[in-house]
């Protein structure tokens, strides 16, 4: 009767367990989704608006993300060198994005 109860434990329990999901598979469709959704970007000619006078040193990114949402807000801080003598400097955004404020550095130490 043990031996009956055992067996029948584990036939039964492969028949319940959790099926294995193929995790690669997922990953690889995730990341083909991504791809395909920036091919425009990565596929669009080196063409922008943004003015030539300045050389970007790095970007400083945070973000606050709800995914609940589909909802992403964030701040960007830019460090870079003047170039070339000029008054103002162009950067080339996204349309999508909301650009709420734009700060100088300067505008801090006053």
């Not at 964030?74 to 460090?79: L, N």
């Not at 400097?89 to 505008?107: G, H, N, Q």
Request: proline fraction near 3%; charge should be neutral; include cysteine.
């Amino acid at each position: 009767m043990k031996i009956f109860f055992l067996t029948c434990l584990l036939i039964f329990s492969k028949v319940i367990a959790q099926p294995v999901t193929n995790y690669v598979d997922k990953v690889t469709e995730i990341s083909l989704a991504e791809k395909l959704s920036h091919e425009r970007v990565i596929n669009a000619d080196n063409v922008t608006s943004a003015s030539e006078n300045f050389d970007v040193k790095y970007y400083r990114r945070e973000w606050e993300m709800d995914p609940a949402v589909r909802f992403i807000k964030g701040k960007v801080t830019v460090y870079f060198t003047i170039t070339s003598s000029a008054n103002s400097i162009s950067f080339d955004l996204m349309s999508p994005l909301i650009t709420d404020s734009v700060k100088l550095l300067a505008d801090y130490q006053k």
